[in-house]
């Protein structure tokens, strides 16, 4: 039987991969899409319905392995999340990598708050002096920022910040009566506090339905009425019947064609049994995530490419980003005491920021360069988080626990890291996983600037809560571990001198016209905003000049 060669492999269903298959797909083009987990099934993988007290270990695991999960699993997602594929942490790092590799990454449980970045993060390089420009302007990608909105549904409000570019947005959430308190004490102390950009759908939208607020997105949404590309673009793409998606299949490598040095095809192992397999392509988008993406180019070595692929610079694998999350501070209204709860049930939901208000006139009004957010948080939630912060025992504790609900309001930061010579991924000489795969290694510490910023957000949360008439209680002692935030960026960052960058302004590698990266690898660094919007943005743009380059027989 001849050998198939498909128009376009996708690595990854996540974000970026499910935007370029879908993208891809509506083109006409044949894809093949390699995906290292299996499929979910709503019905049966979300236990988002069920009272933690009819679960064995009342949602929080069983004991014995509780010092295995990541902080983002509990006993409602337990074995949604990787554990068999194994990385290293370099000496002197630290990094958590909660990876899901089912069919949808980790858009099946993102937190869905999804704001532009505009040129305040695109020039800052030139606005601050630390590191390079991103080669796009904010003009150059407002329109995918607004298809991509439009595809997945934001609801939010426009703001008209000099940093967080407006969108077209969905109805706001509610704010709750902490909104309102705290609100106020913002604005006594020149601090945004707004609806935050959510891609959680607030009327329905596109043949999706509204979200009902059952309030457990974090277990995923088993009517799909936040975005995920299970719900939202898989299903487009298969009805064109132009996709063909592989699950299971643990990429390995990218192959290239030894007399032209051009990717042609990948090479995968499958999940059940180990079997070797190869698939072809005229095109290749790794869309794997940040460090997986950076992790199957480096393993691409051959006689052409013996740095890894795509990596005649040097930068695959250099540049990680992240977000510095931490709990910023914690306290209680009392004006909300007695107050009867009702099932707002947004708890779950991010339903307000304060959005980045420092350095915005002059880029060195504080001791840090560039700027952070806040998200409060707090409400209805039906288990009171607060609980380990009050004293007692027993019925006393119980009773005290009942008193202040639903008083309590908390913050997390969300502070991005600038791009630093020591934090890279590359591969570990002595590790492989159990599919016999050379491991990542990640190298990643806290810089100067991000504890700067760390420490200014602790002193704004005890301030905002002082000024909201509350009390403030306290505040974490030091930052969460990288990796925490989910919202990894870099690795293969674009721009327009082959010699310093991976990728051009479209995604394509330098070195290799017809490999694409698809995900947020491509990002010079992080923002103060999220990332998957942008990934949805900067991948509907790649896969439109691959679409384009494979019409012209061009790459
Ligand atoms: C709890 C949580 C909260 C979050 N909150 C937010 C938020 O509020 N806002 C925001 O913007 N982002 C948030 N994120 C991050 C967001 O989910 C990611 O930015 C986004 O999913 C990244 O998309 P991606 O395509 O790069 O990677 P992923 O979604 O991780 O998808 C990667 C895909 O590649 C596949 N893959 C990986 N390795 C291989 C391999 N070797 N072979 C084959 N396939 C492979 C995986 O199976 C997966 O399908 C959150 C994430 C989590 C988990
Ligand atoms: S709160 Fe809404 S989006 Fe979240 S799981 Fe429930 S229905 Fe889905």
């Known amino acids: 039987m001849p050998t198939r060669t498909y128009d376009v492999i996708v690595i990854g269903t996540g974000a970026g991969g499910g935007m370029a298959i879908k993208t891809l797909c509506d083109a006409g083009l044949k894809v093949c899409a390699l995906n290292s987990g299996r499929r979910l099934d709503p019905a049966k993988d979300f236990r988002n319905h069920r009272y933690s007290y009819d679960l064995k270990y009342r949602g929080f695991g069983d004991p014995r392995k509780r010092d295995q999960y990541y902080h983002v699993e509990n006993e409602y997602t337990a074995g949604l999340w990787e554990h068999g594929i194994a990385y290293t942490v370099a000496p002197g790092s630290e990094w958590e990598w909660p990876r899901c590799h089912a069919v949808g990454g980790k858009t099946n449980f993102w937190g869905r708050s999804a704001a532009r970045m505009g040129d305040i993060d695109f020039k800052a390089g030139s606005r601050d002096g630390s590191g390079p420009d991103w080669p796009v302007s904010y003009r150059e990608i407002a329109p995918y920022y607004s298809r991509a909105e439009r595809m997945i549904g934001v609801a939010s409000t426009v703001q008209n910040r000099p940093s967080n570019p407006d969108g077209d947005y969905l109805p706001p959430m509610k704010l709750r009566c902490l909104d309102y308190i705290l609100q106020v004490g913002c604005g006594k102390l020149g601090i945004p506090y707004l609806p935050d950009r959510l891609a959680q759908l607030t009327a329905p939208h596109e043949g999706h339905p509204a979200c009902h607020y059952c309030g457990n997105c974090g277990e995923g949404c088993d009517i799909g009425a936040f975005f995920s590309t299970p ?22 490598s990218v192959l290239v064609d030894s007399d032209t040095g051009r990717a042609s095809g990948v090479a995968y192992v499958e999940r059940d049994g180990k079997r070797e397999v190869e698939v072809y392509g005229r095109a290749v988008v790794v869309a794997a995530s940040t460090v997986e993406s ?49 099932p707002d049930n947004v708890s779950a939901s991010q339903v307000v920021w304060m959005p980045r208000w420092q350095n915005l006139n002059d880029p060195h009004e504080e001791k840090f360069v560039r700027g952070y957010s806040i998200y409060p948080t707090g409400g209805c939630g039906e288990f009171p988080w607060y609980a380990e912060n009050l004293e007692g025992f027993g019925a006393d504790l119980k009773r005290n626990i009942k008193r202040y609900y639903p008083t309590p309001v908390a913050f997390y930061c969300q502070i991005p890291s600038l791009a630093s010579a020591a934090n890279y991924v590359d591969i570990d000489p002595e590790v492989k996983d159990i599919y016999g795969i050379p491991a990542a290694r ?25 000024a909201s008439g509350g009390e403030f209680w306290g505040a974490g002692d030091k930052p969460n571990t990288p990796g925490y935030s989910l919202h990894e960026t870099g690795t293969c960052r674009m721009g327009d001198d082959p010699k310093n960058f991976v990728t051009n302004r479209f995604g394509q590698t330098h070195d290799v016209p017809n490999l694409y990266v698809g995900d947020a690898s491509v990002f010079l660094n992080c923002s103060d905003k999220t990332t998957t919007l942008s990934i949805l943005a900067f991948t509907l743009r790649s896969s439109e000049h691959l679409i384009e380059n494979l019409r012209q027989g061009a790459t």
């Open 442 to 466: 990640l190298h990643f510490q806290w810089g100067p600037n991000e504890i700067l910023m760390w420490e200014h957000a602790r002193q704004v949360s005890r301030d905002v809560i002082k």
């Open 294 to 342: 950076a992790r199957i180019l480096l393993n691409s070595k051959s006689r052409q490419y013996p740095n890894g692929l795509a990596n005649s610079s040097g930068q695959v694998g250099r540049n990680l980003c992240d977000h510095l999350y931490g709990d910023t501070g914690w306290g209680y209204l009392p004006q909300l005491l007695g107050q009867p709860s009702f």
């Open 231 to 252: 719900w939202f673009f898989l299903p487009l793409a298969e009805k064109t019947g132009n996709l063909e998606l592989r699950t299971n299949a643990v990429v390995r």
